[in-house]
């Protein structure tokens, strides 16, 4: 484990764990404030995102900047990683390999951003970190401790720009996230 962010990113810049390694351009390890009180997670990079080497980019990451503006989220005062940091195959879902031999990197991430809240994008990033038994559609919106950490599951928001019904409730679910976010500890 590292306690410095730019150790950590650079101890895993030539990682070939698995075989997401074969066809990266980037790794996307992470951006934004590394004493935030609120960490996002999503899935993994797309074409958009492995080309940049910055998480949420694309399509998907612009609409969530819409939404971050909507309710007073600046997206540096944040800090925004993936469950894999190495762009899957055609933005199939990572592999139970790939999630494992990534699983580390995000757990020392966390480690040293120590969020009070940490925001779930996705079925992906909710399954792998709390647990296959959850189901994002019944869990959404619902806030989740354990061990100190308070877990914000919501919608991917790639599936907004499938189904824009969802985008009341992501924005909604922002909401309950920066009132806690900007509460006291
Ligand atoms: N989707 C994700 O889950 N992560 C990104 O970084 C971009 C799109």
């Known amino acids: 484990m590292y306690e410095n962010m730019e150790e950590l990113q650079e101890a895993i810049k030539n990682c070939n764990k698995c075989k997401l390694c074969k066809n990266r351009t980037n790794i996307v ?49 944040v800090y925004i990683a993936n469950i894999v940091k190495c762009r899957p195959p055609n933005n199939r879902d990572p592999e139970e390999d790939e999630v494992n031999g990534c699983m580390d990197y995000l757990r020392n991430q966390v480690m040293i951003v120590k969020p009070k809240i940490i925001v779930l994008l996705g079925r992906i990033a909710l399954q792998n970190i709390l647990g296959k038994e959850y189901k994002i559609s ?48």
Not at 47 to 73: C, H, S, T, Y
Not at 165 to 173: E, G, Q
């Open 138 to 185: 019944s869990v959404r919106g619902k806030w989740i401790e354990k061990k100190g950490i308070y877990y914000m599951p919501t919608w991917h928001p790639a599936a907004l720009l499938r189904d824009e019904t969802k985008k009341i409730d992501f924005i909604n679910d922002l909401k309950e996230v920066v009132q806690k976010g900007t509460g006291p500890n």
């Open 29 to 77: 390890f992470g951006v934004g404030n590394i004493n935030s009180k609120i960490m996002f997670i999503g899935e993994g990079p797309g074409a958009d995102e492995d080309a940049q080497g910055i998480p949420f980019v694309g399509k998907a990451g612009q609409l969530m900047n819409k939404a971050f503006d909507a309710v007073g989220i600046e997206r540096d005062e």
